[in-house]
Each structure stands twice: as C-alpha cells, then as structure tokens.
C-alpha cells in the first residue's frame, strides 16, 4: 500500500492526511481505512464527507479519537428537499422515522 500511495499520490511515510468521502454512516468502514493507511506509515489528522447520515459516526470517530466533520447532515438535506417539493410530506416521515427522529426535522 505504502508505495502505491507514494506512486499514485505522491504520500509517503509520515505524511498527514485527511480522510474525504462522500458519505458517513456509522463510521466503521471510515476505521477500516484508517487502519490500512496507519499500517503505510500515514497519521490521519482528520475526516471529512459530504453528507453525514447521522447514524453514530460522530460518536463512533470520536470515540476513537479522530476529527470529523460534515459538509450536511440528512436532516439538513431533508429539510431542504421537503421545503423545495422534492420529497413529499410522506416521504419525509419515513426517513426520518428511519433515522429514529420520530417526524421531526
């Protein structure tokens, strides 16, 4: 992995990095990347996505101790989607009973 990352971008064994993806969910598979960039030598000072779909990554990331933030979370993005009529008031319940939120945005 190490020289793959130094060949394909230029990152070499002590190098810091930011995690960027596009979405979060709980955050393990976020673990999972970490460690194989931790076992090429990398320190991962931060991890950053698009959309957080609130489902314990704070919590999960946190716990172990890496910094993590989100450009929207899917409460943020429903809210804008039910204003514009993008999703129906049906829809919206659902997710967000999903997300255990009951129907409250």
């Known amino acids: 992995l190490a020289s793959v990352l130094k060949q394909t971008y230029g ?4 190098d810091r990095v930011i995690i960027i993806d596009d979405l979060v969910t709980t955050g393990e598979t976020k ?3 970490i460690e194989k960039l931790l076992a090429a030598g990398l320190k991962v000072v931060s991890i950053v996505v698009l959309i957080d779909r609130e489902m314990g990554a704070t919590e999960f990331l946190g716990k172990h101790g890496y910094h993590f933030r989100s450009v929207a979370t899917l409460t943020q993005l429903l809210g804008s989607w039910h204003r514009s009529k993008a999703i129906t008031d049906a829809q919206l ?3 967000l009973t ?8």
Not at 98 to 105: A, D, Y
């Open 93 to 95: 319940k659902e997710v």
């Open 98 to 105: 999903f997300m255990g939120k009951g129907s409250k945005l």
């Open 31 to 33: 673990i999972e990347a």
């Open 11 to 14: 990152v070499k064994k002590g």
